[in-house]
């Protein structure tokens, strides 16, 4: 396994590739954003990591940006790439569904998501 320097990194992208996100697309969403990445020459900056199932199903592709702490719903790869020079900005744009403000995951009402299940009951 492979053991990167993450001295320079700014931001980390878990990419879901879960059975619901992989059938939306996200094969072709993960190979654009580290396309993007590599053309930017963003590769000591933005780190990119394929999950499983991220539980936001309804809401295929997931990508997580950290240290953000950015939720966003990548529907293409053109979005897919647009949230890769979002990250560089440090901005959420109009594709992020959650976002960390104060400390607290909150949902941006712009974005066409679902709000999803309380896991307490």
Known sequence: MTTWNLSGMRSHL???NGSSCMRKGAEEITLAIRDEISELEMDEQIHTTRT???GRCKDACIVIAYPQG???KASSTDT???IVR???AQQNNQHTVYRTIDGKMILN???ASITGIDKNK
């Open 109 to 111: 009402p712009e974005v």
């Open 14 to 16: 878990f990419i879901c």
């Open 80 to 82: 897919g790439r647009e």
């Open 52 to 54: 499983r199932c991220n």
């Open 70 to 72: 950015s939720w966003y």
């Open 86 to 88: 979002d990250c560089l």
